[in-house]
């Protein structure tokens, strides 16, 4: 049985998200303290985390921090923690001994969406469509970034229970007339469609090319980010199916979680790419497919669906939970290091 003190980290607590490209930081003071924002580092400027937090950050503030709360791209499942997408690699005990800590938990970086969907404020988050929160129930976070992330978030005995998982990696399939004439031209991975293969930056491309070899087209766009420019200004008819496309799957797969977690709580779309193409998501396509749902669709028309516009949710997250972590059912074991 763990006793109260077991469960509470000491203050001033570094709380982190670090990303395959970017780290970002903020140090909780005490419990009612606004974070403290540090100044985002690149994972590739430093050959470890803690020559990182040392140069960028601990030279440069006068509080110490006593216990490191880290969320991570990656599984934790050792002493050596190494990030997907980026050189470092985590060592939880080397975090205790050179930067005079007492506690470091890991985490994963989508259970720490999953807490910041627990409590958003008004501000954090748009609603795309209609339905509404039904409180103490359970909620979902999908994030389209790098890869497909997704976590539930389970209201249970009190507690908000984050449930990390690879549902980005469920399989997606062909349903329009239009999905039939574009699957062959996907690239599928091992022979099977999964939602990371379209539902992510580099998935964005997959459609595009995808979409305009259904048509006979030459590809004209460089990236990503380029589709989604164009989609958003009307430019390009081949980037705007891809957007419209890649809300319409998104939809179905979300609905997908929602109808997996029961999620009346609401489904909540993170990552950096849902910000990205809001006004898109904001169309019928995302919303209608999210619904499409038979013989469920009445149920999935009382589930509200967000786009989280926090900058930094995974940080928010981790600081609701390091101010309460008792109101939070986040596993430890095997995750925490004390000296
Ligand atoms: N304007 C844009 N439109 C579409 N995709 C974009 C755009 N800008 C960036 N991306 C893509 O978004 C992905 C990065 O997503 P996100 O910002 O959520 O990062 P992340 O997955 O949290 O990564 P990390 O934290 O590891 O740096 C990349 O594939 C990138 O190419």
Redesign the pocket.
């Known amino acids: 049985m763990l006793t109260a003190s077991d469960q509470s980290f000491s203050f001033p607590i570094l709380i982190g ?1 670090i ?4 780290a970002r930081f903020a140090l909780l003071a005490d419990r009612s303290a606004e974070p403290l924002q540090l100044p985002p580092v690149k994972t590739g400027d430093f050959e470890t985390i803690e020559e990182a937090l040392q140069k960028s950050i601990l030279d440069k503030i006068s509080e110490r921090p006593r216990s490191a709360i880290l969320a991570v ?1 990656g599984p934790i499942k050792s002493d050596e923690i190494p990030l997907t ?2 050189g470092w690699v985590i060592r939880p005990k080397d975090m205790l001994a050179r930067l005079g800590l007492e506690d470091v938990l890991v985490i994963n ?1 989508f259970e720490a969406q999953a807490l910041a969907i627990a409590a958003p404020a008004e501000k954090d988050v748009v609603q795309i469509g209609g339905g509404s929160v039904r409180p103490r129930s359970s909620r979902v976070v999908l ?5 497909l ?1 997704v976590a539930g978030l389970v209201f249970a005995q009190d507690t908000w229970i984050p449930v990390p998982g690879e549902g980005g990696h469920v399989d997606i399939g062909p349903r329009s007339e239009r999905d039939f004439r574009i699957w062959p031209f996907l690239e599928p991975i091992e022979g099977r469609m999964a939602g990371e293969q379209i539902l ?3 998935g ?1 491309m997959n459609l595009y090319r995808a979409v305009c070899a259904a048509d006979g087209l030459e590809p004209s766009l460089k ?3 380029e ?3 164009s989609a958003l200004s009307g430019d390009d008819p081949a980037a705007v199916e891809t957007v419209s496309l890649f809300c319409a799957y998104l939809g179905r797969v979300a609905g997908d979680m929602a109808l997996i977690f029961m999620a009346r709580g609401g489904v909540f779309l993170a ?3 849902s910000q ?2 809001l006004p898109a998501l904001m169309k019928p396509e995302f919303r209608a497919a999210f619904e499409d749902k038979a013989p469920h669709s009445s149920l999935m028309r009382t589930i509200p669906t967000f786009a989280v516009v926090h900058p930094m949710a995974a940080l928010s997250g981790l600081a609701a939970f390091a101010r309460a972590p008792r109101d939070f059912g986040v596993a430890m074991e095997g995750r925490r290091w004390r000296s």
């Open positions: 998200d990303g395959g490209t970017n791209a997408n980026a970086d994030g389209p970034g790098t890869g992330g992510c930056g580099r964005i990236d990503q980010a589709v989604t420019t990552g950096g790419i990205k193409i």
